[in-house]
């Protein structure tokens, strides 16, 4: 069988620091056909960066293809408008942030080669910081609770566990990390790639439920592992950051969720939003609630004017992978619960 083609695709916005420290990491990444012949090729989608990166990029790495887009329009618009020009069996999105290992790629593109029907799969998500720490941003897969909360084996809210080889098994989960996502090109084309309502954040959870809807599968390889910085664009606790994750998950829950569900979750969602908004206010967090509060706004506008826009037709009735039918606020806020393993296990 005729090796398949990768692109690893970089977006990038005023990450010279990031390219600089991890790109020779991928650089050295291993991929190969039995004659030793190259099929990765490696891609900086710039966005309208403002610092030195692409004066960097020429300099230091003319090997590696240089797309420039116009304007910063956020992760899911740049991506769509970069992959249009991008031809490979896959694509690997990458973040500018990560640091990659020699052989990360051949297990993931191997597992999905072995089953056609898998459309986007991650490798194990390690904290660069704390190497033996999974990473906030995708651990070893992603989840949903039935009430649109993600999570994660090896991430329960501000918990990540040590990583003990315990979610060291390939599996399938809801949703695969952005942080480096493996996706299969002709889906991401037929899924109409990433909703670019949402900017960033929460958009690759976005799809893995569409791809999921459409029949696919979404897995996890943890024989591949990355490690990951995490916050370089937006840090954790920005209020930009909150707003776009609370507004896309209602987004997503709206598009996502047959209509009998989404008619009483996201009235219960927006009243956990709000409890959530409180909270904040309380502890001192100004900007965390009005982040919430301008989220809900947006949310009801998006769902007066922009609806339409971003559905896409999809098939119902399939059983979706990694969706836990508890609620995760509830196994970690009153029954203490820290761990996957723990709430998933949780009656």
């Known amino acids: 069988m005729q090796t398949p083609s990768v692109a690893i695709v970089i977006l990038n916005w005023n990450g010279k620091e990031f390219l600089e420290k991890f790109l020779p990491s991928v650089i050295l990444s291993v991929y190969a056909n039995t004659q030793g ?70 297990p993931v593109i191997s ?6 029907s898998i459309a986007a799969c991650q490798p194990k998500l390690l ?6 720490k999974f990473e906030y941003a995708g651990a070893s897969g992603g ?35 952005g942080a480096a996502l493996f996706v299969r090109s002709s889906v991401y084309h037929e899924l109409e790639g990433l909703d670019e309502y949402f900017f960033a954040h929460q958009e690759e959870i976005d799809f893995c439920w569409r791809a999921q809807l459409a029949g696919y599968k979404i897995y996890v390889q ?8 995490g916050g370089g664009t937006l840090p954790k606790g920005n209020s930009l950051k909150s707003f776009l994750n609370f507004r896309n998950n209602l987004i997503m ?42 989220a809900h706004f947006y949310f009801f506008g998006w769902l007066l004017f922009n609806k339409k826009k971003s559905i896409v037709s999809v098939k119902r ?19 203490k619960k820290r761990t996957f393993f723990e709430i998933i296990n949780s009656k």
Request: include cysteine; glycine fraction near 6%; charge should be negative.
């Open 143 to 177: 989840w949903l609770d039935q009430f649109g909360y993600p999570f994660m084996r090896g991430r329960i809210f501000d918990v990540c566990e040590t990583d003990t080889g315990q979610y060291d098994d390939a599996k399938p989960c809801f949703w695969a990390s």
């Open 222 to 229: 943890p024989a591949s592992v990355v490690y990951h910085v």
């Open 253 to 294: 829950m709206a598009k996502n969720l047959p209509i009998c569900s989404a008619i009483w979750k996201i009235p219960l969602r927006l009243k956990l939003d709000a409890l959530s908004a409180w909270r904040g206010l309380l502890s001192g967090d100004i900007g965390y609630f009005f982040a919430i509060v301008k």
């Open 111 to 116: 597992l999905m080669q072995s089953d056609l």
């Open 127 to 132: 904290a660069y910081n704390d190497k033996g």
């Open 317 to 335: 009735g399939k059983k979706l992978d990694g969706l836990y039918q508890g609620s995760v606020v509830w196994a970690y806020f009153i029954q």
């Open 37 to 106: 012949t190259l099929h990765k090729k490696i891609i900086v989608a710039d966005n309208a960066s403002t610092d030195d990166s692409v004066i960097f990029l020429q300099q230091n790495y003319p090997q590696i293809s240089i797309l420039q887009i116009s304007s910063n329009q956020g992760f899911a618009h740049g991506y769509n408008t970069v992959l249009k020009q991008v031809e490979s069996d896959y694509y690997i999105l990458l973040n500018n942030d990560v640091e990659v290992t020699p052989n990360w790629i051949e």
